[in-house]
């Protein structure tokens, strides 16, 4: 099986979980009587743990040099965490549990992309091209889950996740391990103090953790927003799928748009189009216009995404990558995801729909920190 295959295996398993668990795991918790606003916390507690986990299993990587065996342990964990929610009595023991399988699952993908990004660099891969399984993965996953539920229960929803995870911790095993020990030894001698003295790191941070943060209402809401507004079940999962497409687009052609364009205007490019897409989706309910606004999630995300991890590769010592990785998924995936989601709960439960135009504001931060980053790269060489 060659290296591409493997990785592209790897990412096209996780976005299975991920294709089920991101849009249809608040209608399962619907199903469970939960409340918009405990929906809003238990989402944003799985977020939150990323804040003290992902660094920790970041720093674990770096100084053992060991991406797989940590890998294995996360998707193995996940599968055992998941299968224990239906059991679980009452909104306290969900919050409980949530904070179990947020932070085992919240480390998978950040210490995968680093272990993908180490054999990117060394061997010449196409990380666009690997990742966009992933994406693939994920539109198959939940357009086929959003007909399912229209002929059955939301109550299925957890075990497709816990099967979800079998392929994924099989995935994980045919994985290549980080490089050679001789590589590997070299971040013991850096430290955290290397990275957190970076201006540039910290600004790189302000501007993908607001963009990514501005997806909160979109990530926990959305489904049940257009679910209200008389969407069934089947065309939501097109429209999610619709996103995962143009991103897909994206990867399929990311070599030629990094070298183009460059990580610090990705980066820009991905908070100026959720401006514009938060904005809009305020007030559109209509699918034929949700469609090619869905499009831009090949901007919100996939620009951002692409951004970020080729300014880790190129900018960051390989002994401070884990651990750059790691932060980098716990502060905008985490902290400030997070607080995004607790707000966007609330505000959801509020005024509907009208809570996108505060993500539009987060994403018009992310714009500004992003169009900083860049004069800041103009002026000086980026790197740590």
């Known amino acids: 099986m060659t290296l591409p295959l493997r990785f592209s295996l790897f990412y096209a398993s996780l976005f299975l979980v991920v294709g089920i668990q991101l849009p249809y795991w608040p209608v399962w918790l619907r199903g469970r009587g939960l409340s918009a606003t405990e929906i809003g916390i238990l989402v944003a507690t799985q977020l939150w743990v990323k804040v003290a986990f992902n660094p920790v299993a970041g720093h674990i990587v770096d100084r053992t040099g060991r991406r797989r065996p940590v890998l294995f342990v996360l998707a193995a964990g996940c599968l055992a965490a998941t299968a224990l929610f239906p059991l679980m009595p009452g909104f306290p023991a969900l919050l409980a549990l949530s904070v179990v399988s947020g932070a085992l699952f919240a480390a998978i993908l950040p210490v995968g992309d680093n272990l993908t990004m180490t054999h990117v660099v060394r061997e010449g891969l196409d990380y ?35 099967g979800g995870f079998v392929p994924l911790c099989f995935a994980v095993f045919a994985l290549p391990d980080a490089p050679p020990p001789a590589a590997a030894a ?59 497409a143009a991103e897909v687009v994206l990867f ?13 205007r990705l980066i820009l490019l991905g908070g100026l189009a959720g401006v514009v897409r938060w904005t809009l989706l305020a007030f559109v309910t209509d ?7 869905q499009a831009l999630h090949a901007f919100t995300f996939g620009a951002t995404h692409l951004g970020a991890m080729h300014f880790i590769a190129r900018h960051i010592a390989p002994g401070l990558a884990g651990r750059a990785q790691g932060l980098y998924a716990a502060a905008g995936n985490g902290v400030v995801l997070g607080l995004a989601t607790l707000a966007a709960g609330r505000l959801y439960a509020a005024t509907g729909g009208h809570a996108f135009l505060a993500m539009s504001v987060m994403a018009a931060g992310g714009s500004a920190a992003a169009f900083l980053l860049l004069r800041m790269a103009r002026r000086t060489a980026a790197s740590v």
Not at 252 to 264: D, M, Q, T
Not at 287 to 293: I, K, N, S, V, Y
């Open 287 to 293: 699918p034929w216009l949700l469609f090619p606004l």
């Open 128 to 162: 666009g091209r690997i990742r966009l399984w992933g994406s693939l993965a994920f539109i198959a996953a939940s357009g086929a889950v959003g007909r399912l539920l229209d002929v059955t229960s939301e109550s299925i929803v957890v075990w497709l996740i816990v």
């Open 252 to 264: 399929a052609f990311s070599g030629r748009v990094v070298r183009a364009l460059g990580p610090f």
């Open 186 to 244: 070299a971040p013991a001698r850096l430290s955290w103090i290397d990275l957190f003295s970076s201006p540039i790191y910290w600004t790189f941070l302000a501007a993908t953790a607001l963009t990514g943060a501005s997806h909160a209402v979109y990530y926990g809401f959305v489904t049940l927003h257009w679910s209200e507004a008389g969407i069934d079940h089947a065309l939501i999962g097109a429209l999610w799928g619709t996103g995962v």
